[in-house]
């Protein structure tokens, strides 16, 4: 994989942050658009969107993103943390996918991820997802392995190999790894 946790941070610093001089403004408007595509395994809903475009963030596309990224359980929804959408779509870029992303988990309530905690092994107290800063999925046509070792090579947060279930865990808080 050739893009670095340097890179990959200033890609997303350059799409948030306030653009105040036209060479910033002229370098953000060169990016192709972010393209996104779920597959929401618990309730079969289906999305393809643009998310970013000529230097923004698309305010209706991060609405569906947050809604199908939602606690299926609870039906609540939480806003998405941006870094995570520019790292699933910088992933599926570079490995090349044709698939869209396969949801096991993404936003969980306070009640949904305390549900979870009793009936199941190595769910965080404080998980990220409470937050929108973390998602488990995989990718139809990419092997479970190379899914992990190419986030583990982007740096840019937390990693959790989960090959029994078959998923990964991907989240924007500090870099660590581990397997579940």
């Given at each position: 994989?050739?893009?670095?946790?340097?890179?990959?941070?200033?890609?997303?610093?350059?799409?948030?942050?306030?653009?105040?001089?036209?060479?910033?403004?002229?370098e953000n408007l060169k990016q192709p658009?972010?393209?996104i595509a779920f597959d929401n395994l618990h309730t079969g809903e289906k999305m393809k969107v643009t998310y970013w475009e000529a230097g923004f963030y698309?305010?209706?596309?991060?609405?569906q993103i947050n809604h199908i990224l939602r606690d299926h359980r609870t039906d609540e929804q939480m806003p998405i943390d941006r870094h995570l959408i520019d790292l699933l779509n910088l992933l599926h870029t570079e490995l090349g996918s044709k698939s869209p992303f396969q949801i096991i988990s993404g936003y969980r309530s306070s009640q949904t991820n305390s549900m979870l905690r009793k009936t199941s092994d190595g769910v965080a107290k404080k998980s990220l997802h409470m937050v929108g800063k973390a998602i488990d999925v995989r990718l139809a046509d990419i092997e479970l392995s190379r899914l992990r070792e190419a986030a583990l090579t982007l740096n840019a947060g937390?990693?959790?190999?989960?090959?029994?279930s078959n998923f990964v865990h991907l989240d924007t808080g500090r870099p660590r790894q581990w397997q579940g």
């Amino acid at each position: 994989m050739q893009t670095s946790r340097r890179q990959f941070l200033q890609w997303g610093l350059t799409s948030t942050l306030l653009l105040t001089t036209p060479l910033a403004l002229a370098e953000n408007l060169k990016q192709p658009p972010r393209h996104i595509a779920f597959d929401n395994l618990h309730t079969g809903e289906k999305m393809k969107v643009t998310y970013w475009e000529a230097g923004f963030y698309k305010t209706d596309a991060l609405k569906q993103i947050n809604h199908i990224l939602r606690d299926h359980r609870t039906d609540e929804q939480m806003p998405i943390d941006r870094h995570l959408i520019d790292l699933l779509n910088l992933l599926h870029t570079e490995l090349g996918s044709k698939s869209p992303f396969q949801i096991i988990s993404g936003y969980r309530s306070s009640q949904t991820n305390s549900m979870l905690r009793k009936t199941s092994d190595g769910v965080a107290k404080k998980s990220l997802h409470m937050v929108g800063k973390a998602i488990d999925v995989r990718l139809a046509d990419i092997e479970l392995s190379r899914l992990r070792e190419a986030a583990l090579t982007l740096n840019a947060g937390g990693v959790g190999y989960y090959p029994k279930s078959n998923f990964v865990h991907l989240d924007t808080g500090r870099p660590r790894q581990w397997q579940g």
